[in-house]
C-alpha cells in the first residue's frame, strides 16, 4: 500500500512559480513510477509528467516542457513538481501518483494510488 499526499497549491499570477510536493508513505515508495496529473473542470485528466522508479526516465507533456520540472527524494519518500512560468491554462487540480513497475506510464489507469490533489489557479 502507498498513500500519497500533495500540498504547495495556491493561487499566483501569470508567471509565477509553484512547487507541488508529494509525501509518500510505505517502503516500497522508491520501486514506484510516479506521475503528476491535472483535470481542470469539464476536462479529462491529463498526464503532466512521469518518473520512473530510479528518476533517470522522465516525460513531460508538450504543454509544460521547458517549464516544468518533476524529480523524487527517495530518502524523503516524497516527489516534487516544480512549476515555472505559469500560465492560465495550467489552472486545473493537480494529482500526484504512484505505479508499480520499471516504467513510467503516462495513462491514468496504470497507475494504483492517488492523492487526494491539490488547487492550482493561475490568474492573468
Known amino acids: 500500500q502507498v498513500q500519497l499526499v500533495e500540498s504547495g497549491g495556491g493561487l499566483v499570477q501569470a508567471g509565477g512559480s509553484l512547487r507541488l510536493s508529494c509525501a509518500a508513505s510505505?517502503?516500497?515508495?522508491?520501486?514506484?513510477?510516479m506521475g503528476w496529473f491535472r483535470q481542470a473542470p469539464g476536462e479529462e485528466r491529463e498526464v503532466v509528467a512521469s518518473?520512473?522508479?530510479?528518476?533517470?526516465?522522465?516525460y513531460y507533456g508538450d504543454s509544460v516542457k521547458g517549464r516544468f520540472t518533476l524529480s523524487r527524494d527517495i530518502a524523503k519518500n516524497t516527489a516534487y513538481l516544480q512549476m515555472n512560468s505559469l500560465k492560465p491554462e495550467d489552472t486545473a487540480v493537480y494529482y500526484c501518483?504512484?505505479?508499480?513497475?520499471?516504467?513510467?506510464?503516462?495513462?491514468?489507469?496504470?497507475?494504483?494510488?492517488w492523492g487526494q490533489g491539490t488547487q492550482v489557479t493561475v490568474s492573468s
Open positions: 501518483a504512484a505505479a508499480p513497475g520499471s516504467g513510467r506510464p503516462l495513462r491514468p489507469y496504470d497507475y494504483d494510488y
Open positions: 510505505g517502503r516500497t515508495f522508491s520501486t514506484y513510477a
Open positions: 518518473i520512473n522508479w530510479s528518476g533517470r526516465s522522465t
